[in-house]
């Protein structure tokens, strides 16, 4: 169960490549970096200027403020349409991701669940989930439709120093979530899906312009 239930979860899953890069390895070297300081100035823990000799130099602390999500280039919306003749179902994203999103020829995490924490999230709020048991179900019926939202970020596991944790024992202080701006470019997602509750998993994919210009139609094929 959830010590406080206050993560947000969006939607979808990836698997074709096209284009679009973001930066990781620039934001993670950063990252790295920011964690490596040595003694000194205290923790600007949710934001703030960089001061002093900066992230790593003599007397520097953590600069906590990096380690927040980038503004996202805008969200997209994906409609799916069921063209089959039975029934399909989709995770209601509780605990389990439903899509990814492909960006530079690579799968990147994009749906944040319950269980998911972002690092702006540790440094701000000490509490954390303990686990995550919810695994629900959502049918699309035949020819109906469902729609799912991608806010327009990837997230990357980052190592958070200590310091700049609520929470100094958090246990998601080492591997929190940061969100990166996807490139203007054409992306995919790939969505998991099930033909039945018992299983018979599968996936969709689809291409599309980012940002879009309106929502993105998927038709599940039989």
Not at 43 to 65: F, K, L, Y
Not at 98 to 106: H, K, L
Not at 166 to 175: K, L
Not at 186 to 196: D, H, T
Request: aromatic share 8%.
């Amino acid at each position: 169960m959830l010590r406080r239930p206050w993560w947000m979860v969006f939607g979808l899953l990836v698997t074709t490549a096209c284009g679009g890069n973001v930066d990781h390895a620039g934001a993670a070297a950063g990252a790295a970096a920011a964690g490596g300081g040595g003694s000194g100035a205290s923790p600007s823990v949710g934001g703030g200027e960089q001061g002093g000799d900066g992230i790593g130099g003599e007397g520097a602390g953590p600069v906590c403020g990096q380690y927040e999500s980038e503004p996202s280039a805008g969200a997209v919306q994906f409609v799916l349409t069921n063209a089959r003749p039975t029934s399909v179902y989709i995770g209601d994203g509780a605990c389990i991701e439903r899509y990814q999103i492909v960006v530079g020829g690579e799968l990147q995490k994009a749906d944040m669940t319950e269980f998911d924490v972002t690092c702006v999230e540790v440094e701000q709020n000490p509490y954390y989930p303990l686990d995550c048991d919810s695994f629900g179900t959502v049918e699309i019926a035949p020819g109906a439709t469902a729609a799912l939202t991608w806010p327009g970020l990837v997230y990357q596991h980052m190592s958070l120093p200590a310091a700049c944790a609520a929470d100094p024992n958090n246990p998601f202080a080492g591997s929190c979530l940061q969100g990166f701006a996807a490139d203007s470019s054409m992306l995919a997602i790939q969505i998991a899906l099930s033909g039945s509750l018992e299983g018979e998993n599968f996936s969709v994919t689809q291409s599309f312009a980012y940002p879009a210009s309106g929502p993105v139609a998927i038709s599940i094929e039989p």
